[in-house]
């Protein structure tokens, strides 16, 4: 069902931003603060798929407050909820039992995390906005965009969100409602990694065309609140190595902030090449490890999530405009992987096309492409720093996490004393994390222990402590394209990996009867994360937004 097949009511704006995360709510606060410096009446619309601001917010996270210094630069007096200051922060390279601790002094100066914060990213954009809405900026949380409108000249005017009601096999039902289209002069697109309109409009305007492809990692993280005897506030740990081998790129996070609180995770790089790997059950294990168990035993799990994280960089950055539109934050993907940052570039280019756009708007302009934007982002510190970090990917897959990591730092090294230029060039990244992927037949299947109940955990349960939740009887937003091809590929060839990649429990391969298997999609367990969306060996399933609402509710993620 199209756009253009529905009669629906319509809303106008100036400007249509598609996710609540930093990089819309940053865009839609800075409209409304050039606004207000030029005494303008200009209506911004945020668009949140998610029950609330914040719901689907997850990440570590360590904060730069660099753009929220230039965004608002009295956060800290209008009570911004960054906790907890970095006081101590250590790398480590772990093997099964012990570990080794990296000195601070060979680190690149990107690579410390002094004067940064740890945080509830999903609190810090909970708290953006209470701002945004005090501007006068109009927030709609549990609208999922589905669909996209154009103008007659083939360009973005707008969204339709809010569709409800529709039975499982996608018809109207009895409570069936059409949703409203809102168009606006420009559509700025913050859904986070591979959202599903981002998607669409990279494809229909070619926007990735002479880029590599962008590449992914998943990570999984869980909040605990520890006792007070273990707590260290402001203690950062990253770590290298076990329970991940060296050919399969990731690492570890470990902060502590707030309340006695931890954030806990890891992060798989997803081109790995073994179909048996599965990182929920690599996550689960490596809280076992003396650096992390002697923090968590007696502390409680609060909650539990994941979601996948852009780790191309520069060279995969797509077209950042379209007419009518554009890319910001995840959605173009502008995480610096060896920092493990993002949300501070997400910020600062959200920033940058609400200035394209308001300068578009004030000059009567509509529908046309914000050239003023990519090229605000050329001559910004977002660029500086992705360019700085461009190899170290590249150099991580080619040559595995020992040798790449020490690589990938001489490399930073170099882009840090020598004005950007590296000896190295800019490498590619080659294939996508889908071909990545080699038949089960190459492998050995991997035995992972059982969870204790206590400091590791089954995916089921953990995904309760998710708190995701999706209205019954809706359309499954998980769409295998072609069931056979599934079967025979996805199961019969590389042993059915969506059972192990995705971290909560989705895909099931039922065996019906001997030698026949079945997929099962159990897609009210879905935590949005998208992976099976990118890990797919065919590209065969494509992730869509579930009713306006639905999926997770995270609590201080």
């Known amino acids: 069902m199209t756009a253009e097949a529905v009669e629906r009511e319509s809303m106008d704006f100036d400007v249509v931003i598609v996710g609540g995360g930093p990089a819309g709510l940053s865009a839609a606060i800075r409209l409304k603060q050039l606004a207000a410096r030029d005494g303008r009446d200009l209506s911004v619309v945020v668009l949140e798929k998610g029950s609330e601001v914040g719901a689907h917010i997850l990440s570590g996270a360590v904060i730069d407050p660099r753009a929220l210094n230039e965004l608002i630069p009295d956060w800290k007096a209008l009570g911004c909820p960054l906790e907890t200051e970095v006081t101590e922060d250590r790398f480590l390279v772990l093997g099964p039992e012990g570990s080794v601790t990296l000195p601070s002094f060979p680190l690149p100066p990107m690579l410390k995390n002094h004067g940064m914060y740890i945080a509830s990213l999903a609190n810090v954009c909970r708290w953006l906005a209470q701002q945004a809405e005090a501007m006068g900026v109009e927030i709609y949380p549990g609208f999922s965009c589905s669909d996209l409108t154009y103008r007659e000249d083939g360009s973005v005017k707008g969204v339709v969100a809010g569709v409800i009601g529709l039975d499982r096999d996608g018809q109207p039902g009895p409570d069936y409602q059409p949703?409203?289209?809102?168009?606006?002069?420009y559509v700025l697109i913050a859904e986070g990694v591979r959202g599903s309109i981002a998607k669409r409009l990279i494809s229909e305007f070619?926007?990735?065309?002479?880029?590599?492809?962008?590449?992914?990692?998943?990570?999984?993280?869980?909040?605990?609140?520890?006792?007070?005897?273990?707590?260290?506030?402001?203690?950062?740990?990253?770590?290298?190595?076990?329970?991940?081998?060296?050919?399969?790129?990731?690492?570890?996070?470990?902060?502590?902030f707030g309340d006695n609180y931890v954030s806990i995770g890891l992060v798989v790089h997803l081109n790995y090449k073994n179909p048996w790997l599965s990182p929920f059950e690599e996550f689960q294990r490596f809280k076992h490890h003396p650096e992390v168990s002697k923090f968590l035993e007696g502390g409680t799990r609060i909650s539990y999530g994941s979601r996948a994280i852009t780790e191309g960089g520069w060279q995969s950055i797509p077209k950042l405009i379209f007419p009518g539109g554009a890319l910001i934050g995840c959605s173009a993907g502008f995480v610096n992987l060896p920092r493990i940052k993002g949300s501070h570039n997400?910020?600062?280019?959200?920033?940058?096309?609400?200035?394209?756009?308001?300068?578009?708007?004030?000059?009567?302009?509509?529908?046309?492409?914000?050239?003023?934007?990519?090229?605000?982002?050329?001559?910004?510190?977002?660029?500086?720093?992705?360019k700085a970090v461009r190899n170290a990917k590249p150099l991580w897959s080619r040559w595995g996490t020992a040798l790449g990591v020490m690589m990938t730092g001489?490399?930073?090294?170099?882009?840090?004393?020598?004005?950007?230029?590296?000896?190295?060039?800019?490498?590619?990244?080659?294939?996508?994390?889908?071909?990545?992927?080699?038949?089960?037949?190459?492998?050995?299947?991997i035995a992972y222990p059982k969870p204790d109940g206590v400091i590791s955990f089954d995916r089921l349960t953990s995904v309760a402590y998710s708190f995701t939740n999706h209205e019954e009887g809706q359309p499954i937003h998980l769409k295998v394209q072609n069931l056979d091809l599934q079967a025979s590929s996805e199961l019969g060839v590389f042993g059915?990996?969506?059972?192990?990649?995705?971290?909560?429990?989705?895909?099931?391969?039922?065996?019906?009867?001997?030698?026949k298997h079945r997929l099962q999609i159990n897609s009210q367990n879905c935590v949005h994360c998208k992976t099976c969306d990118i890990k797919d060996p065919n590209q065969n399933i494509n992730w869509t937004t579930p009713v306006g609402g639905g999926g997770p509710n995270y609590p201080n993620m």
């Open 179 to 185: 949703g409203m289209e809102l168009n606006g002069k």
């Open 410 to 445: 001489f490399d930073l090294w170099c882009t840090t004393l020598l004005g950007g230029f590296s000896l190295f060039g800019t490498l590619k990244h080659g294939k996508t994390d889908a071909a990545s992927l080699e038949p089960a037949s190459k492998h050995r299947k």
């Open 346 to 386: 997400a910020m600062k280019t959200g920033m940058l096309a609400a200035e394209a756009a308001y300068e578009a708007v004030a000059e009567g302009r509509q529908g046309d492409e914000l050239r003023a934007y990519p090229e605000a982002f050329e001559a910004s510190w977002v660029a500086r720093e992705l």
């Open 496 to 515: 059915g990996p969506s059972n192990r990649y995705c971290p909560a429990g989705v895909y099931e391969w039922v065996e019906d009867s001997p030698g």
């Open 206 to 256: 070619k926007l990735s065309e002479g880029r590599q492809p962008q590449k992914f990692g998943i990570g999984i993280k869980e909040l605990w609140q520890i006792r007070p005897e273990n707590f260290r506030s402001g203690y950062v740990q990253h770590t290298f190595g076990w329970p991940l081998d060296n050919k399969t790129g990731g690492g570890t996070f470990l902060y502590h």
